[in-house]
């Protein structure tokens, strides 16, 4: 039980039955709470079965019932995930009234009731976040309800008035919500915050979402935090944003284990979370590679890269193509090469929709060139009369004079046109001949070849040749790191370069449509067959009236019938956004976007062209080589100035005692950066320990061992040099069986070994952090790297050295010894 406020005519006994009796009034509301949902629960179950067991109407309705289905399948999802912690405040208002605060609105028991519970995102529950003693916003009390599978277990109250004024029947209790929650020890989930957001924190949340909003923020400030309920209030506030959904981009797949279930949590199922490697359908780039090669592959100069890669396959030879077709020599200049391919990519047409243009091109002049020759003129003649003369040129002059003479009629004289006969029936069986030869198919796809995102990028990055043509703006040892094998897996790097070539390939998809309108035609013909069958069969009532009855098949056409079958798309918001390269979200929040390169920022504006970003981060905290120390830098090629910064400024996760050393790390780093205020004191410091570079691994694996045995419910990190991860990560799990490490790092286990780039935006309990020194020598922004892992402990915090401690962590160890 907490400690109270107590009224000094109330003894201790007294004091503790008067808990007691508030905690069973609250429990008795928390009770009405639930058998509310659980009727709203049942209103929308059933609503649902009935709108998935319909199967009349038109096409129009079926897409209709779609629709209504997606809406009450979230519906019922958020009061699933309301279950737990339904309730957790109540603001007392000074005109008497109490509202009780949770994570959905809970109608009353009759329509014209007041509701028994508003949603925490309603304008009328900003006070539960905001009130202070100096600006109580008309709330004299605020209480937090602290509840566990629906049973209240503590209340803790905030008085914003004087003591003498609390009227008898309210007894005061409280130990802060917030620094209750602090003290918990962690789970390897992060946790919803809905009962202990901040007033800084609220106020970023409930922001406008127009316009790019870049939240600065140290570590521990809750900049996640922020993002995921950020995600949440705009839902909430903006019904539209339900159908385009929200995108929240963050690091690695671990930060998204680590986050995934605080929006479901909320009852949210229109958020897609992804990382970067995860921003391609049907592909997960998860392997890693060299930061010098990702900072290339960074750049936006590789936007122009791949444009002229893709060029370079549009009919762009070096000189005449010969073409062997039909027993015929054929000759085709690089003029006309060239020509037809600006033709067909006129107006910006994409690559392999512009395909059709050129073939058109491409077989309209062999058909004419064979007919020709077959027709007796001289293979060579026509050649050479093009090598010499402008044949259009003279047509047009040509024209033009006998336009002269003869005016509006010249049409009539255009010599082309009155081709004999038998030439243009030559060159129409030509024109049909030409698609189905297999050398006249050949010639096409090497001219101009079909094209795949990750056909293009393949062949690009594992020919020098290619690389070369299409890259000249990079030097030869940049050139070299962009190489790679035909098999090497895709890293995230790479999908901000696939979706680029997407974008300047396009796909082709009238062969699909076609099919599809197949099926459809083939479906309403199965429908009309049957109901031929039905209309044949009222004959055989043998009833004089048969022809006046009503029946089935006069109210029914075919396309109804044939769309009774037809399944609603029941997927989510997110899923349908997931699977869909071109899905337009309505806002796009970017957590860790310090690391995010100028490709990927391109990626991200093509996801969202309205340009309503949440952009979330720490400039202390780029450790990615293809990222940003400066907000400038990173938004002003994309977004111009118009974007605003807000700042976090509390510390809630390290006491100060450990934020001690990082901060000496921070001041390296930027001094213009003030560090976070640590909310936390009275930890103990944190302990700098050296050894043989022999001992190390031995004794990191002793150390995280003993931090394990200190509780079962802490969880332990092991932070280390990305090049060290392979080799310590063993040396670890041979003392320590059941840790975890590698891609899919289980966080829910008590030891886990990662490295900095998988350590950011997570918390633990007690953290390693193994060869500070590795980390600096290890990455062009070894400070950040460090940075991190330093900041990532809640209780305490070991350094552990194979050799001396980097110069900038001296200061800080003697302090702590």
């Known amino acids: 039980m907490s400690s109270s406020l107590d009224r000094p005519d109330l003894t201790e006994a007294a004091d503790l039955t008067a808990r007691q009796s508030d905690i069973r009034r609250e429990q008795h509301r928390l009770d009405l709470l639930h058998r509310q949902i659980g009727r709203r629960r049942e209103e929308v179950g059933g609503e649902l079965r009935a709108v998935l067991s319909d199967s009349s109407g038109t096409a129009q309705g079926r897409v209709e019932r779609g629709a209504s289905a ?33 994570r959905i609105g809970v109608p009353g028991v009759e329509p014209d009731d007041d509701p028994l519970q508003i949603d925490w995102r309603a304008p009328a529950a900003r006070p539960f976040y905001t009130a202070t003693a100096a600006a109580s916003q008309g ?8 509840t566990r599978n629906r049973r209240v277990l503590r209340v803790d109250d905030e008085l914003f008035t004087d003591a003498s004024a609390v009227p008898e029947d309210v007894q005061l209790s409280g130990e802060a919500a917030l620094l209750n929650a602090l003290k918990q020890s962690r789970t390897g989930r992060m946790q919803d915050a809905v009962a202990t957001l901040q007033a800084e924190q609220d106020r970023i949340i409930r922001s406008p979402h127009t316009g790019v909003m870049v939240v600065q923020g140290g ?98 030879v070096t000189g005449p193509v010969d073409v062997q077709i039909g027993g015929e020599a054929i000759r085709l200049t690089r003029r006309f090469l060239t020509d037809a391919a600006a033709r067909a990519t006129s107006d910006g047409v994409q690559h392999n ?51 002269g003479v003869f005016g509006d009629d010249v049409a009539m004289y255009d010599l082309r046109a009155q081709e004999p006969v038998e030439f243009a029936q030559r060159k129409a069986d030509w024109l049909y001949a030409l698609p189905r030869d297999p050398v006249a198919r050949r010639l096409m796809d090497t001219l101009w070849p079909v094209l795949t995102p990750e056909q293009l990028l393949t062949e690009l990055l594992g020919d020098s040749g290619r690389l070369a043509e299409a890259a000249p703006q990079l030097t030869e040892a940049e050139r070299r790191l962009l190489l790679r094998g035909a098999a090497a897996p895709w890293t995230p790097s790479d999908v901000p370069l696939l979706d680029e070539a997407a974008e300047l390939l396009g796909h082709d998809d009238r062969a699909e449509t076609e099919r599809a309108a197949a099926r459809r035609a083939a479906q309403d013909d199965y429908a009309q067959g049957a109901l031929d069958i039905a209309r044949g069969s009222r004959g055989e009532e043998g009833t004089a009236d048969v022809e006046e009855r009503l029946h089935a098949t006069d109210l029914l056409t075919a396309e109804q019938l044939a769309g009774w079958h037809s399944e609603a798309d029941l997927r989510t918001v997110a899923e349908r956004a997931a699977a ?238």
């Not at 935090?225 to 995108?247: D, F, I, K, M, N």
């Not at 020709?372 to 093009?386: C, M, Q």
């Open 580 to 817: 869909d390269r071109s899905w337009v979200f309505g806002h796009v929040i970017v957590d860790e976007a310090q690391d995010v390169s100028p490709m990927t920022w391109r990626l991200l504006v093509r996801r969202c062209p309205t340009r309503s970003f949440t952009v979330v981060g720490d400039a202390a905290q780029s450790s990615d080589a293809a990222g940003s120390t400066s907000w400038q830098q990173a938004l002003e090629p994309f977004f111009g100035t118009r974007w605003r910064r807000e700042l976090l400024t509390v510390n809630y996760r390290s006491p100060a005692e450990i934020m001690a050393a990082s901060d000496r790390v921070l001041e390296a780093i930027s001094p213009d950066l003030p560090p976070a205020l640590a909310v936390r004191t009275g930890a103990r410091p944190p302990s700098f320990e050296r050894t043989s570079p022999e001992e190390f691994p031995g004794r990191l694996a002793a150390v995280a061992s003993e931090l394990a045995r200190q509780g079962e419910d802490l969880r332990v990190a092991v932070i280390v040099p990305t090049a060290d991860l392979d080799r310590l990560a063993p040396a670890v799990t041979a003392v320590v069986p059941d840790a975890s490490w590698g891609v899919d790092a289980d966080l829910e286990r008590r030891v886990v070994v990662l490295n900095v780039r998988q350590a950011k935006g997570l918390e633990f309990d007690s953290v390693v952090v193994a060869d500070p020194q590795g980390m600096l020598d290890g990455s062009p922004r070894g400070l950040s790297d460090l940075y991190v892992a330093l900041t990532r402990a809640g209780r305490s915090l070991h350094v552990l050295s194979p050799g001396p401690l980097p110069e900038v962590l001296d200061d800080a160890a003697g302090e702590a010894t």
């Open 139 to 146: 709330i004299w009390l605020r209480r937090h309800l602290h």
């Open 70 to 102: 997606v809406r009450l399948a979230r519906q019922l999802a958020g009061l699933d995930a309301a279950e737990s912690g339904l309730c957790f405040g109540r603001l007392d208002r000074a005109d008497g009234d109490r509202l009780y605060v949770g």
């Open 219 to 316: 570590p521990g400030t809750g900049k996640t935090v922020v993002a995921l309920h950020r995600a949440a209030y705009l839902l909430y506030t903006h019904q539209r944003l339900e159908r385009s959904g929200v995108l929240v981009v963050g690091p690695n797949s671990v930060f998204l284990d680590y986050i995934g279930q605080v929006l479901p949590g909320l009852g949210e199922t229109s958020v897609l979370l992804s990382s970067v490697g995860g921003l391609y359908p049907g592909l997960s780039a998860l392997c890693e590679e060299p930061q010098a090669t990702a900072e290339i592959k960074g750049r936006l100069v590789m936007a122009d890269v791949l444009a002229a890669a893709v060029r370079a396959r549009q009919a762009a």
């Open 353 to 403: 929709l512009a395909r059709p243009a050129f073939r058109e091109a491409l077989f309209d002049e062999l058909a004419d060139r064979l007919a020709r020759v077959i027709g007796g003129i001289e293979a060579g003649f026509e050649e050479d009369l093009a090598a010499q003369v402008d044949v259009d040129a003279l047509d047009r002059a040509v024209q033009e004079d006998l336009a």
